[in-house]
Each structure stands twice: as structure tokens, then as C-alpha cells.
């Protein structure tokens, strides 16, 4: 379900919405190679996400350290966390609020993305920004499973959220709280578009999937 909203309303109400792709994981699972840096047909899963996304420039969080996330694609930008108490997602999420109220602060609109998930819809985020028109925030959904790192946030709504927000709250508590609509557009897709690689052997069928 999305909202019934033309392009031409939707571009004046939510132009030229930010990327942020999160990728300060330090793939504990994965022995501690980032995920940002697996490589899939010989790419960076960074580069994969970033090359998914309907734009040649957006933000990297990149965990404590900005410079920690290599192969950085032209034109994005590397942040780093700064929160003194949040962590994981939502620290992330935080410097890109920090980011934008320092360099674009005219900017209503933001496209959350996890690093670890290769295959997104090509369409993932105009169906995510249309949501918006109608609901403070969305997130991704498959089949009742669902990805809050994949998400469509009003940024003045995320600024408040983050700044409620506690330790160990993660971005699932915070759409909760703004009620945010669930967006289950690609049930009718054979597989999963939101799967994520956390595992070696979700790396192993990934590159099976790729051919």
C-alpha cells in the first residue's frame, strides 16, 4: 500500500530527499571483516548499495572512525558517529542529522539503507518516498518480515526521535513510536530484495544468486 500521490506533489513536498547508507558494522559475524567492504562479483557491497540508489552522491555512516569504510564511491560522503550514547543504526542515523543541520539544512526528506543488502528494489525509493506524503515515516517489508534500517524518514521527525532516544534502542523502537507505516510493495517479488549478508554462507548464496 502507498500513498496516492502524484510525482509533481510529491517532488514539491519532499525534493531531492539525502542517502544515507549505514555501514559501521563490524561484521562480528563475518570475523570481523566490515561488510562494507565484502566483495560481490568483485564490488564492494557498498558500491553495490550505492549504485542502487537513484543518486551519485549521499552519506556513508562509517562508525566511530569516518576513514574506516574503504572504497567510498565518487561523490559520497564518509561520517562519522558522534553520539556520546547512542550506537549501531541509530548513531549512525544521528551524524547524518548532525550532517545536515550543518550543510544542508533545508533538506525534508531522508532514504535509510543498510550497507549489507545487495539486491534492492530498483524502484525501493521512489515507493519509499511517496510514503511520506502521507505518514511521518516507512519502512521496508517482505512477507512479514520486516528491515527498519530500510526506511523513508520526514527528517524533522527523525531529529525528534533520535533526540528521545535511549541506549539500546535500535531504529525498530523508533518507527514504533512515530507510528510508521509498514510498506510490503514487493510481496509479489520471488525473493527477497531486503536480504541481508551477515554470514558467510549468506555471502556464498549471494554470489550464487549473482550467477
Keep these: 500500500m ?4 502524484n510525482d509533481h506533489e510529491l517532488s514539491e513536498h ?7 547508507v549505514l555501514a559501521g558494522g563490524g561484521g562480528a559475524r563475518l570475523g570481523g571483516v566490515r561488510k562494507a567492504d ?27 572512525l569516518a576513514s574506516a569504510a574503504t572504497d567510498v564511491p565518487d561523490g559520497w560522503i564518509s561520517i562519522a ?20 543541520a550543518a550543510h544542508q539544512p533545508s533538506t525534508r526528506a531522508i532514504i535509510c539503507c543498510s550497507c549489507d543488502a545487495p539486491f534492492l528494489p530498483p524502484d525501493f525509493t521512489s515507493v519509499m518516498i ?14 512479514g518480515t520486516s528491515y527498519p534500517t530500510h526506511a523513508a524518514w520526514r527528517v ?16 525498530r523502537h523508533l518507527l514504533a513510536e ?10 509479489h517479488l520471488p525473493r527477497n530484495p531486503f536480504r541481508n549478508i551477515n554470514t558467510l554462507a549468506d555471502l556464498l548464496a549471494a554470489q550464487r544468486d549473482c550467477g
Design 178 to 187: 512515530v507510528n510508521a507505516f509498514s510498506v510490503s510493495h514487493w510481496d
Design 130 to 143: 511517496q510514503q511520506l506524503a502521507a505518514s511521518p515515516a516507512a519502512y521496508a517489508d517482505y512477507k
Design 38 to 64: 565484502l566483495r560481490l562479483k568483485g564490488k564492494p557491497l557498498l558500491e553495490h548499495v550505492c549504485s542502487a540508489l537513484p543518486s551519485n552522491a549521499g552519506l556513508i555512516s562509517s562508525g566511530p
Design 156 to 171: 524533522e521527525v527523525l531529529k525528534h526521535a533520535l533526540a528521545q532516544a535511549v541506549p539500546g534502542q535500535g531504529p
Design 81 to 100: 558517529d558522534q553520539s556520546p550514547i547512542l550506537r549501531g543504526p541509530l548513531a549512525g542515523m544521528d551524524a547524518a542529522m548532525r550532517w545536515l
Design 14 to 20: 519532499f525534493p531531492a530527499p539525502t542517502f544515507l
Design 2 to 5: 502507498v500513498a496516492d500521490r
